[in-house]
């Protein structure tokens, strides 16, 4: 599972999204991969989805447009410099995550889910969320664990 963790240990927060299932191909050719998010802040924990048979609730699209390569490549150009910030919001927009580089070689992590989106499958303004800031080394371990997880290639 992909883990990124919060430069501060204190409380430690953390965003974790993970392959739920794998990728489900549709009548139309695209293929979507359900995953499973999960926001930690010190005790603090919020999952999407929260039941087992909810689990279609958040999918990534995977073919044919890959958005965990999207998202990796996107990752890796704000990790090393060519990029200031990155904006990731999927197809199907149940969650939001912006990474940001700052002056001190950081990066500020804001990840939100749309909440509304989420449950009712409309999109709307709601959203729970965190906000952090993290190191390079833990930004590139987060961007090498997505790659095992969601296995580049469905």
């Given at each position: 599972m992909a883990i990124l963790i919060s430069e501060d240990n204190?409380?430690?927060s953390s965003v974790e999204l993970r392959a739920a299932a794998p990728p489900k191909t549709t009548d139309d050719g695209a293929s979507w991969q359900p995953c499973r998010i999960e926001l930690v802040s010190g005790r603090h924990r919020l999952a999407m989805?929260?039941?087992?048979?909810e689990r279609e609730s958040c999918v990534l699209c995977r073919t044919p447009v890959d958005e965990v390569a999207k998202l990796r490549s996107l990752l890796l150009e704000v990790s090393s410099g060519t990029r200031q910030?990155?904006?990731f919001e999927p197809q199907e927009p149940s969650f939001e995550l912006s990474v940001?580089?700052?002056e001190e070689k950081g990066f500020k992590v804001?990840?939100?889910f749309d909440a509304g989106n989420a449950s009712t499958g409309f999109y709307t303004w709601d959203a729970a969320g965190i906000r952090f800031?993290?190191?390079?080394e833990h930004l590139v371990s987060f961007i090498e664990e997505l790659a095992r997880d969601f296995r580049e290639t469905p």
């Open positions: 204190h409380p430690v989805p929260v039941e087992a048979e910030k990155v904006l940001e580089r700052t804001q990840f939100w800031y993290t190191t390079a």
